[in-house]
């Protein structure tokens, strides 16, 4: 099993998070947020990554710091229960649409962080959560994990529909890239025979 747990601790923040790769999508995520709660619990069930995650931060401040470190202290324990990443799919893309919305995303686990963000919203804030912190989670998980990670809204309306289709498409890219492939169980996908590092 594919298991790891990080504590993340500043003076803003502190985070812990257990992750399973394995797991069957099942999840308890409190952070202080209650729209970044409902966010990461898709990312749980659509990718079949047990989550749980605790996180206490000084939203009277605002959001940002908890949002971030949420996003950090996840993507480390991804990268950390991925491990050597011996015998995984790697990649992985999705379309989701959500009525009006359609977003794809397509990510690499190769162990270079790289980030592609292409997501306009209409509104400031959904609930008490301010749009522009989503660019940050996401861009916090793909350099935590070691992603390239390509998010692009094709089209949309609703500012919900389109967020939550980032996070849903991230989600089912994961599951297809954390995949063990049975022929290659043993070896590292790349012709380097290790991931990370220069290009």
Not at 96 to 106: G, K, N, Q, S
Not at 168 to 174: N, P
Request: charged share 25%; glycine share 10%.
């Amino acid at each position: 099993m594919r298991v790891a747990s990080v504590e993340r601790k500043t003076k803003e923040t502190q985070v812990s998070v257990t992750v399973n790769l394995d797991g069957a999508g099942k999840y308890d995520v409190s952070t202080g947020i209650g729209f970044l709660d409902h966010m990461i619990e898709q990312l749980s069930r659509h990718s079949l990554i047990d989550i749980t995650l605790r996180a206490q931060g000084d939203l009277h401040i605002d959001y940002h710091h908890t949002t971030e470190d949420t996003g950090i202290a996840i993507g480390e324990a991804f990268a950390k229960a991925l491990g050597e990443r011996k015998g995984i799919t790697r990649y992985g893309h999705a379309y989701i649409p959500m009525d009006e919305t359609l977003t794809r995303v397509a990510l690499d686990l190769s162990g270079r962080p790289y980030f592609i963000w292409k997501v306009d919203f209409t509104k400031p804030k959904l609930g008490e959560m301010d749009t522009e912190l989503f660019r940050e989670w996401f861009q916090a998980f793909a350099f935590a994990t070691g992603t390239t990670l390509h998010v692009e809204n094709l089209y949309g309306v609703n500012n919900h529909h389109i967020v939550e289709s980032c996070y849903k498409g991230l989600a089912r890219a994961l599951r297809t890239a954390i995949d063990i492939d049975p022929r290659k169980r043993d070896e590292v996908p790349s012709t380097k025979g290790t991931l990370g590092g220069s290009l």
